[in-house]
């Protein structure tokens, strides 16, 4: 089968790309070729397997294309993040509303000359809820709880999913989207999302360097690892059309923690020294954002489907180390003061 | 003030300009102009009103215009009705989405160059609730149901409600989508909504023709006169920016009938030989569509602006006799049946 990655080089993307690969199957069928869309080229050792392929470039300018090419799957993650699409408001609605209608319509194309519909997977986000004075937060969002966005990425989410919703049953495509809880602990250097900072308390100090934390440390939020996400991601891309009933978007299960809970962990698994690391450093625009997000998450239908988030944030702090053990830098606080 | 009004020279659009140009105030402001965009020309009682001119052709053509222009407010009522969105998509996602977001981009230009926020009703509709196998419809639906759109006309009214929120929340407009429950009695030929016959079951009687039900009496459906309809319209553009919280979508009230109800209503009015013109002719599309409606609503939010729909299905017959007295064509059932 032939799969198509949007946003394929991105850390999701990629690690999606890997996890594939190293299955060689997906959905009962061979994977036959990987194909990573973006606006950076995909890492090496992905360009070094024979099976992969990849398109740099906007999504946008490729979709037109999209008309003339059957894929069995695709995983459509490519985004404009949360803080971005606050602070530009074109550019959001370009990269998450319109680059997703191009993509769903050349699909349709397809579908209307005689091909099978297309399996999607849409990374939506639990951005798409967001507290109302009319309508609280329930204590933990879930898939029967109204959304009702309070950031402009959340609200393009949300639209992206009634679009995924329709096209899937007008028959169009075979569509779902899966509402991720916020993945930590994430490499490199922060981004321009406001939940960049879920990654860098834990990252940096790890790093041996010092990490500010813009919210308090009593904020709330679900979390999951970059394996877990990804595995959440496949498990919904095999899951049968009528598990899905008369929805499309599903919450994806999360690790409800606290930011205090994250730092005791980092604690446990790298010392005191370590954790000092983390210098409170309040932000007011990314404590206004975070404070619009959920606290914590339940995930029956996804969970139904065998999707599972870590029980334990040591487990996630682990999984960084694991992969970051032949980059001395990355753990470098970890060795010389935890 | 100057006042737009999109679908102007429809049954509604007309209705409410007949409506403000009676009033001659809104918001506390003297009407000075009300221009009525619409594919056709308004009626011509309308176009004799000095305060009124009419702009003919698609709003997509119209909306770059409107970049250079002021409204201070503005009833967006051009609409696909719900029949042809599901046989036509593109026609559905052009007229409902496309035309919307140009209008409101036209609106965030004049608001980044300098203008007010423009006030701007939205006429959304109940069929953005559909039911779902995960998530059965309550008794009555609401302002906190979740919308789960099972029809591409839902979907796409859903959709601007979130647009429109999300332009709302930052500042761009200052919108609010009312759900519209199914207006009734239409006057005129059926349409290709759906929702057409709710109307053609007690106008064609009245006409003395013969007028199919497409549907079982004991279907539910919650529905309001053309004039509660649009005093609704004018409640939600004078409530205070407050009042929506942080939602704009809000839903409107309806008298819950069920279409027995409405032919034993239609029978005291007029007589059991009108009554006996409505002749038992399934349709399954048309039930199809109808089986995805609420078949109840309860609209807390819309009541408590002081909006109202009619308490008896009779009171909705005699607003459509009265409006038609003038006409003896349309009441010749009433005349020689009743």
């Given at each position: 089968m032939r799969i198509l990655i949007t946003g394929g080089a991105g850390f999701i993307g990629a690690r999606l790309a890997r996890t594939l690969l190293a299955r060689e199957w997906l959905d009962g069928a061979r994977i036959q070729q990987v194909v990573l869309a973006d606006q950076a080229a995909p890492p090496a050792d992905l360009l070094g397997d024979a099976r992969v392929s990849s398109r740099v470039g906007k999504l946008l300018d490729h979709a037109q294309a999209l008309r003339d090419e059957d894929f069995d799957g695709i995983f459509h993650l490519a985004s404009a993040v949360s803080g971005e699409c606050e602070t530009d408001f074109d550019l959001g609605m370009t990269s998450n509303l319109d680059s997703t209608r191009a993509l769903l319509d050349a699909l349709r194309h397809r579908q209307q000359r005689g091909s099978a519909p297309t399996k999607l997977v849409f990374s939506s986000s639990i951005a798409v809820f967001g507290p109302d004075p009319a309508y609280p937060f329930p204590a933990r969002v879930g898939d029967d709880t109204l959304p009702t966005p309070q950031t402009s990425y959340g609200a393009q989410k949300h639209i992206c999913e009634h679009l995924i919703a329709d096209y899937t049953r007008r028959g169009f495509i075979d569509g779902r989207a899966a509402r991720l809880v916020t993945v930590t602990v994430r490499p490199g250097r922060p981004n321009?999302?406001?939940?960049?900072f879920f990654s860098g308390i834990i990252r940096e100090p790890l790093a041996g360097e010092v990490a500010p934390l813009p919210?308090?440390?009593?904020?709330a939020h679900p979390v999951a690892s970059p394996q877990s996400t990804v595995d959440g991601l496949v498990k919904v891309f095999e899951?049968?059309?009528?598990?899905f009933v008369g929805r499309s978007a599903m919450t994806m299960p999360g690790l409800n923690v606290t930011v205090r809970q994250m730092l005791d962990a980092l604690e446990r698994v790298a010392g005191p020294r370590v954790r000092a690391l983390v210098k409170p450093e309040r932000d007011e625009r990314i404590a206004g954002i975070v404070a619009n997000w959920p606290t914590g998450v339940v995930a029956r239908r996804a969970e139904a489907l065998g999707a599972r988030a870590e029980t334990s944030f040591e487990d996630i702090i682990r999984q960084y180390i694991a992969d970051h053990e032949r980059h001395p830098t990355a753990l470098k606080g970890l060795k010389e003061l935890g």
């Open positions: 321009g999302a406001a939940s960049s919210v308090d440390e009593d904020v899951a049968s059309r009528g598990t």
